[in-house]
């Protein structure tokens, strides 16, 4: 619920749906919530007997479809999590590269007991135009305080959206820095991130509370970026993967503690992205199991994949 009401997009949130499209929830979608069409991506969606979930909406004739979003899917996301536990256990001696410089150069892995990732990742492909679509478009204020907050924001999660609802709070604009992956994986090891910066940037642009991003933002925050971005304030989560900057030599945020202007925010969940992580991982066989079906059915999409306009 956190997740989905964060959208920029999404004006209301419906708790407790059914999988399913019955009669009687359809026609409390177009009575109750005067809800004109019921939408679904150009990819099908099955029900477990086989059937067409959005059938009756189609009969109804207030069903359409819409381009889905290529590579974006959490059948790819999982298999992703998957991976990294299985190749970790296969030997953490090998010369590993990250994970993420596989999946952006498209490899899907073979294990040595010849099982796969299963999964599709070479698909994302962002574009300019697509960065645009998720861009407010709009600056700030020439008297606006801005509030500058930065992470990896890996597998963007309820975690995220609440320290971020927080430091929007704080002022009139947030611009958030996403670090690189190789940022990432030189601080939290080599299978993260899981997510690469295009896929992160465009998670944290969706979030209502966001006004601008920096796509590959420093590790450290300097006096001219600061400057550059007429800075007012910076701040950090308490519940954070790499919280240990406070106790060490290299400290990011040393500038803007010299400068008065970092603050340390409470975060509101006790939710990381490793805690999404070891979610999928004690589940681990369920969750093969699920994606091999479903990295089948993504494959057929993709093998009879037919043009649809649309953004």
Aim: aromatic content about 8%; charged content about 25%; some cysteine.
């Amino acid at each position: 619920m956190i997740m989905v009401s964060a959208v920029k997009w999404v004006d209301e949130v419906i708790p407790d749906a059914p999988y399913a499209i019955t009669e009687d929830f359809m026609n409390k979608l177009f009575n109750e919530y005067s809800i004109d069409y019921i939408i679904h991506g150009d990819d099908p969606c099955l029900l477990p007997d086989g059937t067409d979930a959005y059938a009756l909406a189609k009969k109804a004739g207030r069903y359409k479809q819409i381009k889905r979003t290529e590579g974006v899917s959490s059948t790819d996301i999982v298999g992703r999590m998957l991976l990294c536990v299985r190749e970790r256990s296969v030997s953490d001696s090998h010369n590993h590269s990250s994970l993420q410089r596989q999946f952006s150069h498209g490899h899907s892995q073979k294990f040595e007991d010849g099982g796969s990732g299963g999964t599709r990742i070479t698909h994302f492909l962002p574009t300019s135009r697509r960065i645009v679509q998720f861009s407010n478009g709009k600056g700030p204020g020439p008297d606006a305080r801005i509030v500058y907050i930065d992470g990896a924001f890996d597998l963007f999660h309820a975690g995220h959206v609440e320290i971020l609802r927080l430091a929007r709070g704080l002022g009139d604009f947030l611009l958030v820095g996403i670090h690189t992956d190789q940022t990432v994986s030189a601080n939290m090891g080599v299978h993260r991130p899981i997510m690469n910066l295009h896929e992160r940037s465009l998670s944290v642009l969706a979030c209502r509370y966001v006004d601008e991003v920096i796509i590959g933002a420093p590790w450290e925050v300097s006096k001219d970026m600061i400057t550059t971005f007429n800075v007012s304030l910076v701040v950090h989560g308490t519940v954070a993967e790499n919280n240990d900057f406070q106790k060490g030599k290299c400290n990011p945020y040393a500038v803007p503690t010299s400068m008065g202007i970092f603050r340390v925010l409470d975060s509101p969940l006790d939710i990381t992205t490793s805690t999404i992580i070891k979610r999928i991982v004690s589940n681990h066989e369920a969750y093969q199991k699920r994606n091999e079906k479903k990295a089948e059915s993504e494959r057929r999409y993709y093998e009879g994949k037919v043009y649809v306009s649309g953004d």
